[in-house]
């Protein structure tokens, strides 16, 4: 039988600092440390979340390896988010995991943060996903559909060209005074409110590409021009300008991400990212399994968010091909003008 093969995950992309211990493709511990600090500034202050990562960064590794009860010793190699992400925040992931590998003399591995999303699924005992498949990757950052041929095979089909949808969440909370991050208080208000009240416009992009800029902007006019006429406007209607405006934004995703579920003959499908922890995306998804017989994998809500079991999870599968990334200095040989 092969030996286990233990990785330490690190992930520090944005405001969430965290670490997980695998063993193959089991996850033994999965800590993240939240950082609160950002809510008074109604988003992530990069400077800020940089110093919180330095500060959290010890602790979360050792309480991940002392809650999957493997001592660093046994760890067989780093898996590290090297992007995409907030400078600041991936230096200190980036420069820990470094450093620990060449104290430790083990393997480094880079991961991408978004490829990482989407290999969530593989994190989880029982069923997942079979090749090929499409994944909607909706987070604070991106907003993707994704075909999914290998473990370590993706092509982008479509993508957002300005705001993600988790922006689009998270500034209209913005707009309607919510703490950051708005996200899951619209998704909580929604559940009150009705969803065909209010009308926004839908982006019009070319092939499975997104927008989500326009949307925003016309929900900061459309809220100026009516708290110019009622002043309570939003906590008299709170509920209904949610469901409204997030009823919106999923017929967004779900028109492109049926069209290309059509176009590439693909009926399975997967949810990633932070935003796949909203309830409307969920139970639209969960209707395409029961109304039109597509196969659909949502992830757990704690492998929706940022996490490190998704980071070690992508660099078992990494590790298993041998695609470590070289931090030994190279004064000479092929470096040349
Ligand atoms: O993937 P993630 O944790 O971080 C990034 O890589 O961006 O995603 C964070 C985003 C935020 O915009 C947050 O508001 C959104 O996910 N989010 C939600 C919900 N839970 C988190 N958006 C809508 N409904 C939710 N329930
Ligand atoms: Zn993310």
């Known amino acids: ?176 005074g919510l703490p950051y991050p708005g996200g899951p208080l619209i998704d909580k208000y929604a559940k009150q409110g009705d969803a065909k009240k209010y009308k926004f416009p839908i982006s019009n992009m070319p092939g499975f590409d997104y927008s989500f800029s326009g949307i925003k902007t016309s929900f900061l006019y459309f809220i100026q021009e009516q708290t110019k006429h009622n002043k309570n406007f939003i906590e008299e209607n709170l509920a209904d300008i949610c469901a409204s405006y997030q009823a919106c934004l999923a017929d967004i995703l779900f028109k492109k991400l049926l069209a290309a579920a059509e176009q590439q003959h693909i009926k399975t499908i997967a949810l990633a990212g932070g935003v796949s922890a909203n309830s409307l995306l969920r139970q639209r998804l969960m209707n395409l399994q029961e109304e039109k017989n597509y196969t659909v994998f949502i992830p757990p809500f704690e492998y929706c968010t940022d996490n490190a079991a998704m980071i070690a999870i992508t660099g078992y599968f990494k590790y298993l091909k041998q695609e470590f990334c070289n931090i030994k200095a190279t004064p000479n040989a092929g470096y040349t003008l």
């Open 1 to 176: 039988m092969q030996d286990p093969v233990y990785i330490l995950g690190i992930e520090s992309s944005c405001d969430d600092t965290s670490a997980a211990v695998s063993c193959n493709q089991t996850i033994l511990s999965n800590v993240v440390a939240n950082q609160d600090i950002h809510k008074q500034y109604g988003g992530v202050v990069p400077e800020l979340a940089s110093r919180d990562h330095q500060k959290n960064i010890v602790p979360v590794i050792n309480e991940a390896l002392a809650k999957a009860s493997i001592p660093l010793t046994q760890i067989n190699a780093i898996a590290f988010t090297r992007g995409p992400g907030l400078m600041g925040s991936l230096l200190v992931g980036t420069s820990f995991a470094k450093s620990l590998s060449l104290a430790l003399n083990i393997p480094l591995i880079e991961v991408n943060h978004m490829q990482a999303h989407i290999l969530a699924h593989f994190c989880l005992p029982g069923a997942v996903p079979s090749f090929p498949f499409l994944c909607l990757t909706v987070s604070g950052g991106h907003t993707q559909i994704v075909k999914v041929t290998d473990y370590l095979s993706f092509e982008l089909l479509g993508q957002t060209q300005d705001d993600a949808v988790g922006e689009a969440f998270d500034k209209a909370a913005k707009i309607l």
